[in-house]
């Protein structure tokens, strides 16, 4: 059980994590601009022609990350994006909490109550694309600590509304930091984790999403009816200042310096996480000794015709950004609507507090059963199964009357959704290039909060029209989420390519002219053990060189 024992292993490095040790190494600055090739067959057969000592030999950052290992700077940038993203979802599911409670001292309806619904997916609808266009250009580390500071200040201004409209605002700004620390935080974990461990680690991250949504189901249980709702949003937002401060102490993900041309600063971030990993670099490691797989930071006209004009990237952001929506949509319209669709089959507020509870207790078995799936099973095929599994689950809690089925339903469709949100946010990042792909992740979180917005939107005309005691229109809404969950299940299949086993390297290449990135594994697996051979000059990468190779570049006519 490999995804245990790496589990294990975060759990007691958090305790010895020493946090200071990740400060940036030197300035944010460009220093000592080098060229940077992405004609990485040639980089590999250099590399297999030198001598033990290394010299002359060049290094792609994957080589360098896979060499270092998964170690103790990881497991405190695991803790530093795992925390941030648990705040962050906390302030955004505390609002299925609200609703009911806000209706109730504003005299406001619930259909009303969800234009604030509405406004926090718009704003993060317009933080994802910013902060992720952002962080393809500043660096993801100033997007990854502005993101939280700025949630976290809005959320606690939130709990001091006097009304919806000032509430409602301060949701909007809350939406635009929260969008952005989305689309970022899964960007940069995965840049620093080996290519062995990338799915398992990235995928077990969405624990901590699990965290926050038992956090703020738990703190309203007990505090929404004794304390009031204001304590209870101060408790969930003040977090975030404090993981604004720590995210300080990160240093900058060393693909996007060597994208950029900051060899210098990609070398002493990669030496500094050797050191704390207690690891040495690999032999001939210099900043001229590196080499980006991708040619560089793209002005904002060449990326949007990379994304959205025609090539394959198009054709992968459509059906990738079509899966979110779907998703999202299917997400958000039960979890925004979640305690009232249980109080609205009967269940008072104390127990549709409980049911949701422990619901989401379920996240954490589904979560941990796509950790140690994720790398034998590979992305894709496990998207389809939970996109099944959950619309089979929301399918079943529409149909029945039962409470006790209604629960049930609720456990396995937290279980799925958990493990479905945990694939698509190793998957998504993985099949876009470094240059694109915290945009690519902005745009596909960007149409997921379109589909929230729609799903807030239909979800209070559903109510407003089931006060007469009509509970058609409720059941209709139930209906439609298990539909998009069907509908991502064959979005999944239609996607084309799986980053199981496969460098980011080579998705880099691909972007550039190399051949298309394969989905058949075991030959992907070879390409790795390839590489990984090169990196120690071992003979055995001679009869293996040629799939290397093949993974990265075109072959010349």
Same mark, same amino acid.
């Given at each position: 059980?490999?995804?245990?024992?790496?589990?294990?292993?975060?759990?007691?490095?958090?305790?010895?994590?020493?946090?200071?040790?990740?400060?940036?190494?030197?300035?944010?600055? !460009?220093?000592?601009?080098?060229?940077?090739?992405?004609?990485?067959?040639?980089?590999?057969?250099?590399?297999?022609?030198?001598?033990?000592?290394?010299?002359?030999?060049?290094?792609?950052?994957?080589?360098?990350?896979?060499?270092?290992?998964?170690?103790?700077?990881?497991?405190?940038?695991?803790?530093?994006?795992?925390?941030?993203?648990?705040?962050?979802?906390?302030?955004?599911?505390?609002?299925?909490?609200?609703?009911?409670?806000?209706?109730?001292?504003?005299?406001?309806?619930?259909?009303?109550?969800?234009?604030?619904?509405?406004?926090?997916?718009?704003?993060?609808?317009?933080?994802?694309?910013?902060?992720?266009?952002?962080?393809?250009?500043?660096?993801?580390?100033?997007?990854?600590?502005?993101?939280?500071?700025?949630?976290?200040?809005?959320?606690?201004?939130?709990?001091?509304?006097?009304?919806?409209?000032?509430?409602?605002?301060?949701?909007?700004?809350?939406?635009?930091?929260?969008?952005?620390?989305?689309?970022?935080?899964?960007?940069?974990?995965?840049?620093?984790?080996?290519?062995?461990?990338?799915?398992?680690?990235?995928?077990?991250?969405?624990?901590?999403?699990?965290?926050?949504?038992?956090?703020?189901?738990?703190?309203?249980?007990?505090?929404?009816?004794?304390?009031?709702?204001?304590?209870?949003?101060?408790?969930?937002?003040? !977090?975030?200042?404090?993981?604004?401060?720590?995210?300080?102490?990160?240093?900058?993900? !060393?693909?996007?310096?060597?994208?950029?041309?900051?060899?210098?600063?990609?070398?002493?971030?990669?030496?500094?996480?050797?050191? $704390?990993?207690?690891?040495?670099?690999?032999?001939?490691?210099?900043?001229?000794?590196?080499?980006?797989?991708?040619?560089?930071?793209?002005?904002?006209?060449?990326?949007?015709?990379?994304?959205?004009?025609?090539?394959?990237?198009?054709?992968?952001?459509?059906?990738?950004?079509?899966?979110?929506?779907?998703?999202?949509?299917?997400?958000?319209?039960?979890?925004?609507?979640?305690?009232?669709?249980?109080?609205?089959?009967?269940?008072?507020?104390?127990?549709?507090?409980?049911?949701?509870?422990?619901?989401?207790?379920?996240?954490?078995?589904?979560?941990?059963?796509?950790?140690?799936?994720?790398?034998?099973?590979?992305?894709?095929?496990?998207?389809?199964?939970?996109?099944?599994?959950?619309?089979?689950?929301?399918?079943?809690?529409?149909?029945?009357?039962?409470?006790?089925?209604?629960?049930?339903?609720?456990?396995?469709?937290?279980?799925?959704?958990?493990?479905?949100?945990?694939?698509?946010?190793?998957?998504?990042?993985? $099949?876009?290039?470094?240059?694109?792909?915290?945009?690519?992740?902005?745009?596909?979180?960007?149409?997921?909060?379109?589909?929230?917005?729609?799903?807030?939107?239909?979800?209070?005309?559903?109510?407003?029209?089931?006060?007469?005691?009509?509970?058609?229109?409720?059941?209709?809404?139930?209906?439609?989420?298990?539909?998009?969950?069907?509908?991502?299940?064959?979005?999944?299949?239609?996607?084309?390519?799986?980053?199981?086993?496969?460098?980011?390297?080579?998705?880099?290449?691909?972007?550039?002219?190399?051949?298309?990135?394969?989905?058949?594994?075991?030959?992907?697996?070879?390409?790795?053990?390839?590489?990984?051979?090169? $990196?120690?000059?071992?003979?055995?990468?001679?009869?293996?060189?040629?799939?290397?190779?093949?993974?990265?570049?075109? !072959?010349?006519?």
């Amino acid at each position: 059980m490999v995804a245990e024992v790496e589990a294990v292993g975060l759990l007691s490095g958090l305790v010895s994590a020493d946090l200071p040790a990740m400060m940036m190494v030197g300035a944010d600055k !460009p220093v000592g601009e080098v060229e940077m090739s992405c004609q990485v067959g040639e980089d590999q057969e250099q590399g297999q022609g030198q001598g033990q000592d290394g010299e002359g030999k060049t290094f792609l950052v994957d080589d360098v990350i896979d060499e270092v290992g998964f170690g103790k700077y990881q497991m405190q940038l695991m803790l530093l994006c795992g925390l941030g993203w648990a705040t962050d979802i906390m302030d955004l599911t505390m609002l299925s909490y609200l609703i009911p409670t806000l209706a109730r001292e504003w005299g406001d309806s619930l259909d009303q109550l969800g234009t604030a619904a509405e406004l926090t997916f718009l704003g993060m609808m317009c933080g994802s694309l910013f902060w992720g266009m952002a962080s393809d250009r500043i660096g993801r580390k100033p997007a990854f600590m502005l993101t939280s500071l700025v949630a976290s200040c809005a959320g606690l201004l939130s709990a001091t509304a006097g009304g919806l409209g000032t509430f409602a605002a301060c949701r909007f700004v809350q939406g635009f930091g929260l969008g952005g620390n989305l689309a970022v935080d899964f960007a940069i974990f995965l840049e620093n984790i080996p290519t062995k461990s990338r799915g398992r680690m990235t995928t077990f991250l969405t624990v901590f999403a699990t965290l926050g949504s038992l956090s703020s189901a738990g703190l309203a249980w007990v505090l929404m009816e004794s304390a009031g709702w204001r304590v209870y949003v101060a408790l969930c937002c003040s !977090p975030g200042l404090v993981i604004a401060g720590l995210r300080a102490f990160m240093m900058e993900s !060393p693909h996007f310096l060597a994208s950029v041309g900051r060899a210098e600063e990609c070398h002493r971030v990669l030496t500094r996480v050797a050191a $704390i990993n207690k690891v040495a670099l690999p032999v001939g490691l210099t900043p001229l000794s590196l080499r980006a797989s991708t040619s560089g930071r793209a002005p904002l006209r060449e990326e949007m015709r990379a994304l959205l004009g025609p090539g394959v990237l198009r054709g992968r952001l459509a059906m990738t950004g079509a899966f979110w929506f779907m998703l999202a949509y299917g997400f958000y319209g039960f979890s925004v609507w979640g305690a009232s669709y249980f109080q609205e089959r009967g269940f008072v507020a104390q127990q549709s507090y409980a049911a949701l509870f422990t619901s989401v207790a379920c996240q954490v078995p589904g979560t941990l059963t796509a950790v140690a799936l994720v790398e034998r099973v590979g992305r894709r095929p496990l998207l389809v199964a939970f996109s099944l599994g959950c619309s089979v689950s929301i399918l079943g809690f529409a149909i029945t009357s039962s409470h006790a089925t209604m629960l049930v339903s609720s456990l396995a469709l937290n279980f799925n959704t958990a493990a479905l949100w945990a694939v698509t946010y190793t998957f998504t990042p993985e $099949i876009f290039p470094t240059r694109y792909r915290t945009s690519a992740l902005g745009m596909c979180a960007a149409l997921a909060r379109v589909a929230a917005i729609l799903a807030s939107a239909v979800g209070g005309a559903a109510f407003a029209a089931a006060a007469d005691g009509d509970s058609a229109p409720i059941d209709w809404s139930l209906g439609v989420y298990s539909v998009t969950y069907l509908l991502c299940a064959l979005l999944a299949l239609a996607v084309g390519v799986d980053m199981t086993g496969v460098r980011l390297s080579a998705v880099d290449a691909e972007a550039d002219g190399g051949t298309a990135v394969a989905s058949r594994r075991g030959e992907e697996y070879d390409s790795l053990a390839a590489r990984d051979a090169l $990196i120690h000059d071992r003979p055995a990468a001679t009869s293996a060189l040629p799939q290397a190779l093949g993974a990265c570049r075109e !072959p010349q006519p």
